[in-house]
């Protein structure tokens, strides 16, 4: 619900911050946020909440293929001259202590809920979190 969010009608956020310096592949990104989306939506009918994914996969991986075997490699094989590799997929370079994911929706009692959607995500993502739920004060 990006409406609601504009208008600041969700009273509690929920973070899965990163304990580690790590970078996540956007596959494994994006299976969170499926799951996520897909658990909240069940769970909080009605745009009952909004999700925010923090991180974005500026990074390009590549590889630079090395061939074994008999003879194989002796004349396609460039070795370190020539070296950048092919593009192999993208990666989101988090920092310690960042979120990953922001949740907000409403209800105190909504909290375990959310909790329990978040803890079965967590092991989609390859590094140690934490989840943390701050209530928003309105004036």
Do not use: W
């Amino acid at each position: 619900d990006i409406k609601g969010f504009n208008e600041g009608k969700f009273n509690i956020k929920m973070d899965i911050i990163s304990l580690e310096n790590v970078q996540i592949r956007d596959l494994a990104l994006e299976a969170a946020r499926q799951s996520l989306h897909k658990d909240f939506a069940v769970d909080f009918p009605n745009n009952g909440y909004f999700l925010r994914c923090n991180a974005y996969p500026h990074n390009i991986l590549r590889n630079n293929r090395v061939y074994s075997g008999g003879s194989k490699g002796e004349r396609i094989q460039t070795g370190m001259s020539k070296s950048f590799g092919s593009p192999e997929g993208r990666a989101a370079v988090i920092k310690a202590g960042k979120s990953v994911f922001t949740m907000y929706f409403n209800g105190d009692d909504n909290i375990p809920k959310a909790r329990v959607i978040c803890k079965k995500t967590v092991p989609k993502l390859p590094c140690a979190t934490k989840i943390i739920a701050t209530i928003i004060k309105r004036e």
